[in-house]
């Protein structure tokens, strides 16, 4: 099991002195409006973007003096948009997560074209192996990325928004999968309901800072949303789960032509 520890990490104006632990075996959920920073923080994380200040450890060890090859083996990332520009099969792709675990001129092997498989089948896309991956749609790139990930066998499961484009049967089953992988995940998320049935706890992020952090019916509260968001809502126990349910409030008449104008 794998603890991911986030110290002060900033980068330029975008993302100021976050701090953040995913515990081993934790699914930690990063929520904000847009332009909090929540990309920013993943991306200083997983190696994209080098932070200005402040640091990234995995089990102790900095995640910015890795090379791209060791940081591979143990964080695998699933990014908000992915170029479809390359010309392989759904499954050729998912077979490339192996690929930091494998010498350089090392060829796909029959038992990473078999792993590849089962993961297409895990995210319930292996009719689709043979595709060319330019031609999936949103959602279908969305899953072969998942499973490309699952195939990297990382410690660390960073995802970027991964149920944009899914329709609601795939978020719940991508989510689900996520949360049962038995990896440390770290992820980003626009609905807050999900976000509090998936997440062990919560980071609230606004205009770069941390600013609220806990169990999901902690921070998802009617005061936060209304701070950190500008909505009214209610927050109410789900009536199976117990997790938060959040229903948003319609703004007055006068507000919404406010809005648009």
């Known amino acids: 099991m794998t603890e991911l520890r986030v110290e002060a990490l900033s980068f330029e104006d975008r993302l100021r002195e976050a701090d953040l632990v995913v515990r081993p075996g934790e699914t930690v959920g990063l929520v904000g409006p847009n332009g909090s920073g929540k990309t920013t923080l993943l991306r200083c994380v997983y190696g994209t973007l080098a932070a200005t ?38 499954r050729e792709l998912v077979a490339l997560g192996r690929s930091p675990h494998k010498r350089f001129w090392e060829g796909d092997s029959a038992a990473d074209l078999a792993r590849a498989d089962a993961a297409l089948d895990r995210v319930g896309i292996r009719h689709l192996a043979d595709r060319p991956y330019p031609g999936l749609s949103g959602g279908e790139r969305q899953r072969a990325l998942v499973a490309r990930a699952l195939v990297q066998d990382p410690a660390l499961l960073v995802l970027d928004e991964p149920t944009n484009h899914l329709d609601i049967r795939y978020q719940l089953e991508v989510l689900g999968l996520v949360r049962h992988l038995g990896t440390s995940n770290l992820l980003a998320l626009h609905d807050l309901t999900l976000a509090g049935a998936y997440c062990d706890r919560l980071y609230v992020l606004e205009r770069g800072r941390v600013v609220a952090e806990g169990p999901p019916q902690d921070v998802l509260t009617p005061e936060l949303l209304r701070t950190v968001y500008g909505v009214e809502a209610e927050v109410m126990p789900h009536p199976r789960t117990g997790t938060p349910l959040v229903v948003y409030l319609p703004s007055p008449p006068a507000e919404r032509k406010l809005s648009a104008m």
């Open 53 to 90: 200040s402040g640091r990234a450890l995995l089990d102790g060890d900095d995640l910015r003096a890795m090379g791209p090859r060791a940081r591979a083996r143990r964080v695998a990332t699933v990014p908000q948009e992915s170029s479809a520009e390359f010309e392989l099969t759904v």
